[in-house]
């Protein structure tokens, strides 16, 4: 069964940093992009970028550029999404997913899901 | 950047009728880059429909999705309990993947 399981909640105070992780199993880690997306409170959900673990290929929606990091240890079949200075505006919930094809481009979509990682941040 | 506007905000039907929810590109696509996903309260968001048309592993036949160039559509075609969720559809372009707004489908 594929399956991406993630990281636990966390609370932090602004100006904090913080790694999420997200591990995958079931498949070849290595051949598939895992995506993150970010739902805050009580809002939709917002595409932050996408990362390749064969060769650390990654793409940043244009929103969150320069505002996280995406990064993945192949060794381990994980990736995770970071912050060096979090804001109050960075709680959310934070969702990893597999884009659903390994090598075809016309399989793009999400699937499957990790089960969410909540952040929250609070002086 | 592509702009996906869904509509209504929010539905409200009972059990048993038909739901309709649209998706519009603010640019035409292919629909084979249009996928729509649903989410429950707590839950993390499923796919639904992919390719604009072809329903997803274990989605039932009540769910089908139609449209193509910058209007799809999402039917339901008799509301079960379980359905009422938010729905969201997405697309892939220009190496961005986008998602609308969503549609809150609640019971009337």
């Known amino acids: 069964e594929v399956q991406l399981v993630q990281s636990g909640a966390e609370v932090k105070k602004p100006g904090e940093s913080l790694k999420i992780s997200c591990k995958g199993s079931?498949?070849?880690?290595?051949?598939?992009?895992i995506g993150w997306v970010r739902q805050m409170p009580g809002k939709g959900l917002e595409w932050m970028g996408i990362?390749?673990?064969?060769?650390?290929?990654?793409r940043y929606s244009p929103s969150f550029q320069g505002q996280v990091t995406i990064s993945a240890d192949k060794s381990i079949s994980t990736a995770y999404l970071q912050w060096s200075s979090l804001k109050a505006s960075d709680t959310a919930m934070y969702y990893c997913a597999r884009r659903a094809g390994a090598t075809t481009p016309d399989v793009w979509w999400f699937d499957p899901w990790g089960q969410g990682t909540l952040v929250t941040v609070s002086s | 950047e592509i702009v996906l506007t869904q509509s209504p905000g929010t539905l409200s039907l009972s059990p048993g009728e038909r739901a309709t929810l649209s998706c519009r590109a603010s640019?035409?696509?292919?629909?084979?880059?249009l996928a729509w996903y649903q989410q429950k309260p707590g839950q993390a968001p499923r796919l639904l429909i992919y390719g604009a048309s072809s329903r997803a592993t274990g989605i039932p036949d009540r769910f089908s999705g139609s449209g193509s160039g910058t209007d799809f559509t999402l039917t339901i075609s008799r509301l079960e309990p379980e359905d009422f969720a938010v729905y969201y559809c997405?697309?892939?372009?220009?190496?961005?993947?986008?998602f609308g707004q969503g549609t809150k489908l609640e019971i009337k």
């Open positions: 997405q697309q892939f372009g220009s190496s961005l993947y986008t």
């Open positions: 990362i390749y673990p064969g060769d650390s290929d990654t």
């Open positions: 079931g498949y070849s880690f290595t051949s598939y992009w």
């Open positions: 640019q035409s696509i292919s629909s084979s880059y």
